[in-house]
């Protein structure tokens, strides 16, 4: 039997990979139509390419939509590209309303509250855990890694969670940078709270290597952890 991942891509399945079962009783239905609230209130960023701009990642990140419960986080989510989209495209591209289109650099989910810039009083003392995949990972497997990740921080359930102030897809297969390679970000605050520290990193190692049958990836990537207040860029 081929390997599931948690992708959302069809290429590996998508939605039909879980065989999750109808449920047409009235109740449940009328429950899920309830706002299911969020333990904390998010924010999808992006960060664009800005042509005619280097070094500024103030004018390149921009706020799209607020989100604070359940339902409307699988709206925003169903919408947005999975890594393994990026592998396939080289660059994530976004339709403006002025009919152009701008390539994305990275997709970012923080606390309502806090921008996504080392820069911010949350972040400024803290730092984030990163892990580079390559292609060579496969699609399906880094979609999974992504995927558990976002679940858990945004459901609350990645402790110690008040640690948590966001995380970042970041497109380093292309541009000016190549790394072929697509990094992700976890980031927290309270840098020097090392006890807190490494209980964030074993949970989100964990979390991250969880399968969709809940045994765990056989060699997960091992996060490096940079500290903002030593970094000069994102």
Same mark, same amino acid.
């Given at each position: 039997?081929?390997?599931?991942?948690?992708?959302?891509?069809?290429?590996?399945?998508?939605?039909?990979?879980?065989?999750?079962?109808?449920?047409?009783?009235?109740?449940?239905?009328?429950?899920?139509?309830?706002?299911?609230?969020?333990?904390?209130?998010?924010?999808?960023?992006?960060?664009?390419?800005?042509?005619?701009?280097?070094?500024?990642?103030?004018?390149?990140?921009?706020?799209?939509?607020?989100?604070?419960?359940?339902?409307?986080?699988?709206?925003?989510?169903?919408?947005?590209?999975?890594?393994?989209?990026?592998?396939?495209?080289?660059?994530?591209?976004?339709?403006?309303?002025?009919?152009?289109?701008?390539?994305?650099?990275?997709?970012?989910?923080?606390?309502?509250?806090?921008? %996504?810039?080392?820069?911010? %009083?949350?972040?400024?003392?803290?730092?984030?855990?990163?892990?580079?995949?390559?292609?060579?990972?496969?699609?399906?497997?880094?979609?999974?890694?992504?995927?558990?990740?976002?679940?858990?921080?945004?459901?609350?359930?990645?402790?110690?969670?008040?640690?948590?102030?966001?995380?970042?897809?970041?497109?380093?297969?292309?541009?000016?940078?190549?790394?072929?390679?697509?990094?992700?970000?976890?980031?927290?605050?309270?840098?020097?709270?090392?006890?807190?520290?490494?209980?964030?990193?074993?949970?989100?190692?964990?979390?991250?290597?969880?399968?969709?049958?809940?045994?765990?990836?056989?060699?997960? %990537?091992?996060?490096?952890?940079?500290?903002?207040?030593?970094?000069?860029?994102?």
């Amino acid at each position: 039997m081929a390997s599931q991942f948690l992708s959302f891509n069809e290429q590996f399945g998508g939605r039909g990979n879980f065989n999750i079962p109808e449920d047409d009783d009235d109740s449940v239905i009328e429950a899920l139509k309830e706002p299911m609230k969020l333990r904390d209130n998010w924010v999808l960023w992006e960060q664009v390419v800005v042509e005619g701009k280097t070094g500024n990642y103030a004018d390149a990140t921009r706020k799209v939509v607020k989100f604070s419960t359940v339902q409307d986080f699988w709206c925003i989510w169903n919408g947005l590209p999975q890594p393994s989209e990026l592998l396939e495209q080289k660059r994530i591209m976004r339709d403006q309303s002025n009919g152009q289109s701008v390539a994305i650099d990275a997709i970012m989910i923080f606390k309502d509250g806090i921008a %996504p810039e080392w820069e911010d %009083p949350l972040n400024a003392n803290g730092g984030h855990f990163q892990i580079q995949l390559k292609p060579t990972v496969g699609g399906g497997q880094i979609d999974e890694y992504w995927n558990n990740i976002v679940l858990g921080m945004v459901g609350g359930t990645l402790e110690p969670s008040n640690m948590i102030t966001g995380i970042r897809l970041v497109d380093k297969l292309s541009g000016p940078k190549v790394q072929n390679a697509i990094r992700i970000e976890l980031w927290f605050t309270k840098y020097f709270d090392t006890n807190a520290v490494n209980l964030l990193r074993k949970n989100f190692e964990k979390c991250m290597a969880t399968k969709v049958d809940g045994s765990q990836s056989a060699s997960p %990537p091992k996060p490096d952890t940079k500290q903002h207040g030593s970094l000069g860029k994102h």
